[in-house]
């Protein structure tokens, strides 16, 4: 069936191609009177705008990317990305702009990527989970590609001024400061010897909840004993086995500081499994507050970090990046939820 014209849609509103063109562009220069008519107009005939012959005028796609360099497994079955997708979709569903989501954790899933993220495909990025060797970053800035990261690169993590102009546009939230905290708590309650299940080392996310966690010791003068560090990937199944590490090593441990909620679960359920009681015997605290943290058993108490709102400031900033504003970046403040586990 024959698509109705432009020309078509003016002729039944009564108005000239110009102000339908307005109208449909989004622009405030049309009168009340117009606009209704033209909507009635396009109502009626069943107009739909030609995207490709809009983008050629505009230079606009009207469509943003939001890769993440995980599995589809992460991407769909833990809580983090989901909140970060409600925030970016809340802020773009008051704008023309479309949002399209990429896994990019393969080399083929990189390379297709790659390719699409061009200004003749989306106005703007958002990059979230980004590992220190990840050239995206680097290859978007050379295209000219307004883009906003989900965290800020490991290669800043020394920036002194954190919510000033940077090369690159982050969001990120206060995870040094909230796993300093989360430590201080658990020192608080009299705990002596305190393990770490650390996130990745090549994410800055990872990098400074360790570095909270040292530095808590250290103002602390507690020994930072490298059997007291293990590692996971952020996921339950990594915090159980870091947590069954941990406790062979140090049988004597009474607290441990988890940079994940459900690394935290894992560690709660490993314990469970090894007949240690939680918080009596051993204290857990998690990081992120996620429904997975009202959800173990006991409730855990955690770091919270607004997901929705990390996501909801991260589309902010690219829509103002793609107006043409400057690489501000912004971090975002954290605070302990205590509830039963420690």
């Known amino acids: ?73 992460r991407v769909f079955g833990e809580p983090f990305f989901a909140g970060i997708v409600r925030g970016v979709s809340n802020v773009l569903a008051d704008t023309s702009l479309q949002l399209w ?6 080399p083929s899933q990189r390379l297709m990527v790659e390719r699409h993220l061009s200004d003749q495909h989306v106005d703007g990025v958002l990059l ?20 906003v990261l ?4 490991a290669h800043m993590l020394e920036a002194e001024d954190d919510n000033g102009d940077n090369e690159v546009a982050y969001v990120d939230n206060d995870n040094e400061g909230g ?27 990872g990098i400074a909840r ?56 894992g560690a709660i359920r490993a314990l469970r499994e090894l007949g240690r009681r939680v918080p009596a015997d051993v204290a857990v605290v998690g990081f992120e507050d996620s429904a997975v943290a009202r959800q173990t058993q006991p409730p855990l108490t955690t770091v919270h970090q607004s997901v929705e709102g990390m996501g909801r400031e991260m589309a902010r900033l690219l829509l103002a990046r793609i107006a043409g504003g400057p690489a501000h970046s912004t971090v975002l403040d954290t605070h302990l939820v205590v509830r039963e586990s420690a």
């Open 179 to 205: 796993a300093r905290t989360a430590v201080e708590h658990l020192i608080g309650l009299g705990r002596h010897c305190i393990a770490v299940i650390a996130g990745p080392q090549d994410m800055a996310v």
């Open 1 to 73: 069936m024959r698509r109705p014209t432009l020309d078509e849609v003016a002729a039944l509103a009564g108005v000239g191609r110009g102000t339908v063109s307005r109208v449909i562009n989004g622009s405030p220069q049309v009168s009340p009177e117009a606009r209704a008519a033209v909507a009635r107009a396009v109502e009626e005939l069943g107009y739909v705008p030609n995207r490709a012959a809009r983008a050629l005028v505009t230079r606009r796609t009207e469509s943003v990317a939001l890769v993440v360099s995980e599995s589809e497994e």
């Open 101 to 106: 989501l990429a896994m990019a954790q393969s």
């Open 210 to 265: 360790l570095r909270g966690y040292r530095e808590a010791l250290r103002l602390a003068s507690l020994p930072n004993d490298q059997r007291l560090i293990a590692y996971g990937d952020f996921s339950e199944a990594s915090g159980a086995d870091a947590m069954h590490r941990l406790i062979h090593l140090n049988p004597g441990l009474d607290a441990v500081f988890a940079a994940s909620d459900l690394m935290a679960a």
């Open 128 to 147: 979230l989970s980004l590992h220190d060797d990840d050239p995206l970053p680097a290859l978007l800035t050379k295209r000219g590609l307004p883009t």
């Open 150 to 153: 989900g965290g800020r690169p």
